[in-house]
């Protein structure tokens, strides 16, 4: 049996964070990952596209995303797309799931018990969330019969010790307890593949916020009697970047310009956590605004971690305990016997001077 598994797509997300305008041309993006994944499934002839929950947002998904849905996997026909509703997308009586008419190769899991699917010599069991939480396993009670295949597809929280959750609480022994070769989940969004405990969560189509690093989208599934194979494919268009950059050495608006220009190429159509950190001086102490209109355009979290360059003169003039070390440390620079004796007491006074104003200490 060969399966394409997705979960975590989150169609209508508001991305509150990106604003109007970039919100909307994300939740487009969401709706083109899915379409590629759909299409990835044809290309590598699957026997059912799974999907493990959270495929929309229900409390912002209009009428129009149901009519998406329908039309991208009636594409696929005659291929079984199976979907067990999530803690997002949870199934109820009128709901969006419900309100469709849905082509025939669709099925929906509707219950909060494991119901059958067959699918080519196996049998799938989908379970759905049915309220925006769930205490009790999927598992619970849940014993296979006979000899057959048999996988689950569920929306559920792998729990590694006692901890409980209300997103389908599973413990990992409960997976073969049950007499699953394979449980195909959703909720976590980061892509993790646990082939001895048997399970495997493709993690979120596309990073949806900026905690999501790593590759993301679907995962391919080969699985028979004798075994199994699981390939990540990385359908994902965008990736999150975390960089800190350091401007310390700089002094005027062109130069942090180009600074920035050398990570343009690489930061566009990205989401970037960028860190800007160091002491300012010359135009840019002047004018630290330039620091975050420099990334206009760019999808970036700009957090400023910036202070003052010194004016050590007017420091050493200070009767306090920071005048004392300063003038103590420009003593000993100014008696260093040589280079790099020098620096050594550079980089004293440096981190001093953070550590007094309670700065990281940053030893070039
Ligand atoms: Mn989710």
Not at 120 to 148: C, M
Not at 263 to 289: C, K, M, T
Request: charged share 25%; proline share 5%.
């Amino acid at each position: 049996m060969r399966l394409l598994l997705i979960a975590d797509v989150h169609l209508e997300r508001p991305f509150k964070w990106l604003g109007h305008a970039r919100g909307a041309e994300r939740r487009r993006e969401l709706r083109d990952a899915l379409t590629r994944a759909v299409d990835c499934a044809r290309d590598y002839g699957v026997d059912a596209i799974c999907i493990a929950g959270d495929l929309f947002e229900r409390e912002n998904a209009p009428p129009a995303v149901g009519e998406f849905l329908r039309a991208t996997f009636a594409r696929v026909r005659p291929i079984p797309v199976l979907i067990a509703p999530g803690n997002h997308d949870y199934f109820s009586t009128g709901c969006l799931y419900d309100r469709i008419s849905w082509p025939s190769n669709v099925h929906i899991f509707r219950d909060a018990p494991p119901r059958p699917c067959p699918v080519a010599d196996g049998t799938i069991w989908g379970a759905a969330f049915i309220g925006p939480e769930r205490y009790q396993s999927p598992l619970e009670n849940f014993r296979v019969d006979g000899e057959g295949l048999h996988l689950a597809l569920l929306h559920a929280d792998i729990m590694d010790g006692e901890s409980s959750s209300p997103y389908g609480p599973l413990a990992p022994e409960e997976i073969e307890r049950s007499g699953l070769a394979l449980a195909l989940l959703g909720h976590v969004h980061e892509c993790r593949v646990e082939e001895t405990r048997r399970f495997a969560y493709p993690g979120s189509i596309e990073p949806l916020d900026l905690s999501e690093v790593g590759s993301h989208g679907a995962l391919l599934v080969e699985i028979s009697r004798s075994g199994y194979s699981i390939q990540h494919l990385a359908l994902a268009r965008r990736t999150v970047i975390h960089a800190e950059i350091d401007i310390s050495s700089i002094s005027t608006i062109r130069e942090l310009s180009e600074l920035f220009a050398a990570q343009r190429a690489q930061w566009d159509g990205n989401d970037v956590r960028l860190r800007v950190l160091g002491s300012l001086q010359g135009e840019l102490l002047i004018h630290p605004e330039a620091i975050r209109e420099a990334l206009d355009g760019l999808d970036v979290d700009l957090a400023l971690d910036v202070w003052p360059a010194e004016d050590l003169d007017s420091l050493a003039r200070q009767r306090t305990t920071l005048g004392a070390f300063v003038r103590a440390v420009r003593e000993k620079i100014a008696q260093a016997t040589d280079g790099s004796d020098a620096r050594r007491w550079e980089d004293v006074l440096a981190a001093g001077l953070a550590a007094f104003h309670g700065h990281e200490v940053i030893l070039k």
